[in-house]
Every structure is written in C-alpha cells, then in structure tokens.
C-alpha cells in the first residue's frame, strides 16, 4: 500500500490563500486531492497525471485551486486561492487507481491520507 500524509491545513478568512501538501511514499502515476464538508459527498476537487503533469479541476474550484508536485515526484500540492467559507472541508490526497487513471469517483482510490481540515471564515 502506499502511505498519504497531508499538511497545511488551518483556518483562513474568505479570499485569503492555503498550500496543501502531500508526501507518498512511492511514486504512482495520479494523484488526486478530494474534499467533504459535513453531510456531504466527498467530491474531487484536482488531479494530476504524474508523468505527465495533466491536471483536471472541479468547474468550484477551476481558477482558483492549482495542482503540483515536487521534482522528486514524491510530494503533491494544493495551491488555494481566493478561498471562500463553501470551501471549508477536510481535504484528502489519493491514489492507487485501476490502471493509473485519474477518475472522479472517490471508490476508484484504494489508498488515501488522513485528511487536513481547511476551514474558511467569512
């Protein structure tokens, strides 16, 4: 299995700004960040091919999130920009997809982090 932790997380005030990280502990080929507020759905928000550095965005958070990784390959971020209180959520990384595909169903990720709380106050 692979191993996900997250940072970054904390309180922010509307349109302010968060960098998320996530270290794995191996390389694999998309990575993926997901969010869930309470009695939501966990919804994804960004991910990103990792050889090729193709990123996908939720239409919420298309300008305003920017998905990255280190040169090693081995840490992904969540650039957050211009945030607002709708944002608040724990944000998850993911991976482990069939065949290294970049779905948008949370049930195609076998392996995930513990998750950081971003809260966003208006």
């Known amino acids: 299995r692979v191993q996900l932790v997250e940072s970054g997380g904390g309180s922010v005030q509307a349109g302010g700004s968060r960098r998320l990280s996530c270290r794995v502990s191996?390389?694999?080929?998309?990575m993926a960040w997901f969010r869930q507020a309470p009695g939501m759905e966990r919804e994804r928000v960004a991910s990103?091919?990792?050889?090729?550095?193709?990123?996908d965005y939720a239409d919420s958070v298309k300008g305003r999130f920017t998905i990255s990784q280190d040169n090693d390959r081995l840490t992904v971020y969540l650039q957050m920009n211009n945030l607002k209180p709708e944002d608040t959520a724990m944000y998850y990384c993911?991976?482990?997809?069939?065949?290294?595909?970049?779905?948008?169903?949370?049930?195609?990720?076998?392996?995930w982090g513990r998750g950081t709380q971003v809260t966003v106050s208006s």
């Open positions: 990103i091919y990792r050889t090729h550095g193709i990123t």
């Open positions: 191996r390389y694999t080929y998309c």
């Open positions: 993911a991976t482990s997809t069939p065949g290294g595909v970049c779905y948008e169903a949370s049930d195609k990720y076998a392996d």
